[in-house]
């Protein structure tokens, strides 16, 4: 009789088990029908709105090139949306600008920083002011008895890597320490910063290692390089512009694509296009020196009694931790002993300052923003 039980005993626990497992199977069936049908109305939703977008697209006006404006009908070629689709030129022939603004800053600064990572987005802070006021040329000078030279050279390698379009920065910068927390800067967003998807007459690129028999082709950030007439070293730094410039010859994905190796400053010159800064750390690169130079300082006089007047190539000099006269002192090449006589205007941009210190990177914002009626004239 036991034995009996016993056996009885195991049978109903095996039907126990058996119900169990057959009630999970069939749960877990359920489960997923319901996540089939989840992703099927997902897919569903997703096809709708794919449709609206289709919809949504051919009710939009048609676009047509006149010149080398790409405009569309029915509305204001200059828009700040089609601007910043890439769909238009900013400013039309005859709107460049002919003269150049130029900043120079202490590379002391960079070493007030404590950590490398606040160094690399002090750094950036300067080359975002620098695009906001589209400054042409950014000078890094040393304003120490020549202890600042590391800060100078990192300050510049920095600047030319946030300037440099994004599509270039691999080919044109190796991995190096200064750059190491460069992820941390701001976009810096130029027009010259162009998507794949956007177009303008003028693009950056560099020069490619692909062998042609005449020529050069020149890697542009698209689907296809820019084939130029000129013979140019490899991995160099180029400005091109296209022989066509309707959108569908820059952004179609064949075909051949032609343009000339131009100069960097013809964008602004010819269609007012800010295009970026150079950078430097010796001589001024033009040949009769910058015509009005101006120093910031809070003992200057005040900026805002400042009247405008004609320029070709304007410099704005912003000094360091312990400012102009400090640089002064440390520099033997000039004999002058009062720092007001190197300018012709020495300013304070920001007379009634409630903080006794305007760190450097602060100074030019206030400072650009103070001077933009005696800039742009």
């Not at 039309?92 to 690399?120: E, F």
């Not at 020069?207 to 130029?228: A, F, Q």
Request: some cysteine; aromatic content about 6%.
């Amino acid at each position: 009789l036991p034995l009996k039980l016993l056996t009885m005993d195991s049978y109903s626990d095996a039907r126990t088990t058996k119900s169990k497992k057959r009630n999970r199977d069939d749960m877990s069936k359920r489960t997923m029908k319901t996540n089939w049908e989840s992703k099927k109305e997902k897919k569903r939703h997703k096809q709708q709105a794919l449709l609206e977008q289709i919809d949504k697209a051919k009710r939009k006006p048609k676009e047509k090139v006149d010149g080398n404006i790409i405009k569309k009908v029915g509305e204001n070629s200059g828009s700040s949306e089609e601007r910043s689709k890439g769909l238009t030129k900013p400013a039309v022939q005859g709107q460049g600008r002919a003269y150049t603004v130029s900043i120079a800053v202490a590379g002391s600064i960079i070493d007030n920083a404590q950590t490398p990572s606040l160094k690399a987005y002090l750094a950036g802070q300067v080359a975002r002011a620098a695009a906001i006021f589209c400054v042409d040329e950014v000078i890094v000078y040393d304003d120490t008895d020549g202890r600042g030279t590391a800060g100078c050279e990192q300050m510049a390698r920095i600047l030319q890597f946030v300037e440099c379009p994004q599509y270039l920065r691999k080919l044109l910068f190796p991995i190096h320490p200064d750059l190491q927390f460069a992820g941390l800067i701001a976009p810096f967003d130029a027009p010259h910063h162009l998507r794949r998807t956007e177009a303008l007459p003028y693009r950056e690129g560099v020069v490619s290692s692909k062998p042609i028999k005449d020529g050069s082709l020149v890697n542009v950030g698209l689907d296809r390089d820019c084939r130029v007439s000129k013979k140019l070293p490899q991995g160099v730094r180029v400005t091109v512009k296209f022989d066509d410039t309707a959108i569908n010859y820059i952004l179609k994905p064949k075909g051949k694509l032609r343009g000339t190796v131009v100069s960097p400053h013809l964008p602004r010159r010819e269609a007012g296009l800010y295009w970026g800064y150079s950078q430097s750390l010796l001589e001024c690169p033009f040949r009769n020196g910058y015509d009005v130079k101006v120093g910031t300082s809070e003992k200057g006089s005040d900026s805002r009694l400042l009247k405008p007047q004609s320029f070709d190539h304007l410099l704005i000099v912003f000094g360091g931790v312990e400012g102009l006269e400090y640089a002064l002192e440390n520099d033997e090449s000039l004999a002058e002993d009062d720092v007001r006589k190197l300018f012709e205007h020495y300013v304070n941009t920001c007379p009634s300052q409630g903080s006794r210190t305007i760190r450097t990177e602060e100074a030019i914002l206030i400072s650009m923003n103070a001077l933009s009626q005696f800039i742009h004239k």
